[in-house]
């Protein structure tokens, strides 16, 4: 019993140190935001100051509003992107989970290669086949690449499998239900808790997302809110009172990450509830 206090101890102390180094950056940036930019760059220190509202407002006024812009063009890049690869990734994952047809392994192992693959490489061959059809500069230069995601399918697949019993497909169809409506009454709702996951796991890739709307968008009016930020830490260069913009622009930036996973962390929380009552 002793060891296993002190392993107990040990992880707890381990967790804790983790979620330190994981905080103190959101720390560092909302106390930086609060200061001027002569504060932000005479002193290094954790009080906070009084200027978050005045920076607030130097953000919004910066060229008529433009960050609100960003923001509302990322929250479309991520909340579309993610919506319909999550969508995809519940349909192929299902049928790798459920259905038997050729080549069927050979297609999950080249999902698996995918996964292994990082994003930043694709996106000059994602450019170059964009280009080739004029759709360069536009939403859908960000969009279209997000609608597929390896890593969502291989988690689907997965989840469809554990929770998805083929009795309750047979059932479904001696029932006279087509796998349209098996998939969109049955399978979509017994998935909710994987599917939710994959939703949040490519919204925040696609909220953070940088190398490819950089490469994709030249109008900074299409920019999303990573790109935009770039531009303005680049103007700080020569205009200090930018990093300022900067700061404050990247605290507002995680809000919405911050509020999106306190309102779907329910989902987990009550099939963790319905597991417990079923065991």
């Known amino acids: 019993m002793p060891f296993k206090k002190g392993r107990s101890k040990t992880a707890t102390v381990l967790l804790l140190l983790g979620a ?24 290094f220190t954790l009080a906070p100051s ?15 509003g433009l960050y609100w812009r960003w923001m509302a063009n990322t929250a479309l ?19 790798l989970a459920k259905f038997e047809f050729p080549g069927k392994s050979a297609i999950f192992n080249l999902i698996l290669a995918g996964v292994l693959v990082p994003g930043v490489l694709l996106a000059i061959p994602q450019y170059l086949l964009l280009a080739k059809v004029g759709m360069t500069n536009t939403y859908w230069a960000v969009l ?12 689907a697949r997965i989840f469809a499998a554990a929770s998805v019993p083929t009795e309750i497909l047979e059932a479904s169809r001696i029932d006279g ?6 998939f969109a009454t049955v399978v979509l709702p017994m998935m909710r808790t994987g599917l939710v996951t994959v939703f949040l796991f490519q919204f925040v890739a696609v909220w953070n997302n940088f190398m490819l709307p950089y490469i994709m968008l030249g109008d900074d009016k299409l920019y999303p809110i990573t790109v935009g930020l770039n531009g303005l830490l680049n103007q700080g260069a020569n205009q200090p009172a930018m990093y300022t913009s900067v700061v404050t ?7 919405p990450l911050i509020a999106l996973f306190l309102t779907l962390q329910r989902y987990w929380q009550v099939d963790l509830a319905a597991g417990g009552v079923k065991a």
Do not use: Q
């Open 20 to 43: 330190a180094y994981c905080l103190l950056p959101v720390l560092w940036v909302l106390i930086a935001s609060s200061k001027s930019a002569g504060e932000l760059f005479s002193t």
């Open 50 to 64: 009084t200027h978050l509202f005045d920076n607030l407002a130097d953000l919004s006024g910066y060229r008529d």
């Open 77 to 95: 890049y991520a909340g579309v992107g993610a919506a319909a690869s999550t969508l995809i990734s519940a349909m192929a994952g299902f049928a």
């Open 144 to 155: 279209l690449p997000s609608f597929i995601s390896p890593y969502g399918i291989y988690l």
């Open 177 to 182: 239900a087509g796998d349209w409506r098996t």
């Open 249 to 255: 622009g990247a605290l507002v930036s995680i809000i």
